[in-house]
């Protein structure tokens, strides 16, 4: 609803949605709220003039095209670029209603002067019954749309003009006469307008206002009356039943007119650049650098995290009345010549005057009138001011710095008090999360003794606690050879990996952190990965032995893996190592790595989000088992995927979780986008991000090839197609769902784990589905901390779980996979997989997610892994 702007919202049974043009001069969209179709509709990559909203549905000016540009979801107007388009149209502004979109276009250029056609304007709708152009015989601007009606103000005369469907609104035959408007704002059934002259008064009309009997004469209950402020405004927007305004002096918000019971007030006590109204609910940019979006009313977004453009970029001088939002290191407006004009502000708040007028650069400044002081912030204001200069000020300081001394004091004593009630608090609650009887040892039990003065670490103790060692840095610099170059394995971008061979003859792998600018970045991951890893076992995750912190100089100690890397295999320069790689190795490493991921997300508490899963993280050990490593940026997540963190966004870009990276949502299904890219990477031996490929980006790629049914297109051609290409398809499959835009549509962890581990089952000639998981050890072979009593068809006992090593204070409790099958099969999940296994093909074919990962051309994968 109202008119075009810097900031829109879109409202209805879809969700609500706030949408803003990014506060960095970028000109591109951003949106937050609970509409799905508008959010991953949003289109990114587009540059607009400016934005407007209805219901279901948001549309842009498009910067380059001067043509309207929707998204959402709308059963009147078509989304994209309305259609019917006049061919070369350029449009002024745009302006939505519920169901419809109108823009104004640009004046044509070249027509005979004094002809009538000069100062007619004309008008192109599009949607409920406006599908049609207007021309009216009068020069318009501020197009403002109503729920299905439109105004516009007269440029001639500054009076109101509108049309549309007068029953259900009203507004036409209401407009008032005679009166002159700055501004105006449409609303459901009604029009504002702040009238012009110094006064700014609004007035408002329309059908809107009939509802004052009903509700005065009703339920106040239900509905809350507010009549219209007598105060000056600067802006005024409309929503469905009210209205709300900005005010002159103090830009704060002001709402009147009709509100449900349950709408939260605007906020007082700050000031507005901007608002922007939907049905229920208005959302404002705060005025100050921070540019942060904040609403009110009922139903809108949670929480918008992004600073946004606080007014339209013009690249006109600024009108008389109005000052460029100035000293703003980052201008929302980049292209040369273009700013945001805002309107002065005409008079100064009671008790104050006016020191400064109102320039082309900066608004007007009120002070406050000291020599007669009425109000509490005049006293307190005048009072500071007073006592900050001269004399007074040294005796306000004698007078005052105790007492401030005091309670800074206080304070610092309140928040120690509270920091450590909340640390023990939390250890407490996270003892409360051990399940494992094994992790209640005391703390006497130290895992390191005392020898000639210095800190030893008593192996034995260590290896049953599986804590970190702690190594001085000139053992480490020792086992690396000195950190040559010639022991480099591997390089990261916060580290370097030194093969190393400890005195007792143990090789390792030194991860050296590299001293960066951001050492506070350095040290938390540092220190994230040092606390995760020393509390992880199990064994698909890498084991951290120990660590050193001297110097600054931080450095992990993790086993080797002889083998390197999974990137280093499917993309390293010896092809011979892909090769090798056969769909069977490939297959149980995926498994291997999902079996370690399941076990963050599952079995750990609280649970851990890797965020960084990737093929660089992948490593194969002597024996060609896949450990999950690089807990750097690892999170404890929320304890269900359904309450997000709002993290800002970590990782590596192709692996990056759209939902994650766009709308900062951090849960464990952002682990299982990343391992759906990893899978794809997997069967496809192409890059996450690879620039040789018209689609870059590796979910653009092979999604509509799976959708298109064209398995062999996407399946690596190093690697001859498996007797079994049914195993290969419900991997297929599983890498397609893993990778679904929303995360509630991905499946969990564990579900993938089982699909891939009855793929392995089938690949390896088991046709049955029944048959029990094959454990990694049979398919390869391998020694390390697993039971080898398994054989294929014997039946598994649940006491057998021997793939989670020693407890610690995050829970692993003792589930053996078997149950876990029990468990998932509770859900549904055995029926749900072999029933899959029947219809993969159908499946393949079917698969209606919506996949839009961000397009490889965006500034965002140009990371330093590709
Ligand atoms: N324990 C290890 N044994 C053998 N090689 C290792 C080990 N750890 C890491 N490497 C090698 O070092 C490389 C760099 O590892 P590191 O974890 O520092 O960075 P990364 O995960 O590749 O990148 P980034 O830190 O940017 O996410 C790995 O890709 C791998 O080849």
Redesign the pocket.
Known sequence: LGSMSSIAISYGEGGSVFCGLKSDGSHLVVCYGSNSAILYGTPGHLQFIGLTGGDGFMCGLLMLSHQPYCWGNSAFIQMGVPQPMTKGAEYLEVSAGDYHLCGLRKPIVGRRKNSNIISSSLVDCWGYNMTRNFVFDKQLHSLSAGSEFNCALSSKDKSVFCWGDENSSQVISLIPKEKKFQKIAAGGYHVCGILDGLESRVLCWGKSLEFEEEVTGTSTEEKILDLPPKEPLLAVVGGKFYACGIKRYDHSAVCWGFFVNRSTPAPTGIGFYDLAAGNYFTCGVLTGTSMSPVCWGLGFPASIPLAVSPGLCIDTPCPPGTHELSNQENSPCKFTGSHICLPCSTSCPPGMYQKSVCTERSDQVCVYNCSSCSSHDCSSNCSSSATSGGKEKGKFWSLQLPIATAEIGFALFLVAVVSITAALYIRYRLRNCRCSENDTRSSKDSAFTKDNGKIRPDLDELQKRRRARVFTYEELEKAADGFKEESI???????C?YKGVLRDGTTV?V?RAIMSSDKQKNSNEFRTELDLLSRLNHAHL?SLLGYCEECGERLLV????AH??L??HLHGKNKALKEQLDWVKRVTIAVQAARGIEYLHGYACPPVIHR?IKS??I?IDEEHNARV??F?LSLLGPVDSGSPLAELPAG?LGYLDPEYYRLHYLTTKSDVYSFGVLLLEILSGRKAIDMHYEEGNIVEWAVPLIKAGDINALLDPVLKHPSEIEALKRIVSVACKCVRMRGKDRPSMDKVTTALERALAQLMGNPSSEQPILPTEVVLGSSRMHKKSWRIGSKRSGSENTEFRGGSWITFPSVTSSQRRKSSASEGDVAEEEDEGRKQQEALRSLEEEIGPASPGQSLFLH??F
Do not use: Q
């Open positions: 394995v591997g390089k990261g971008s916060f580290s990996v792998a991860k890498l993790y086993e080797f893996m390197g890397s990137h280093n960084d660089s993280n490593l490593a690089d750097g590596t330093h892994n």
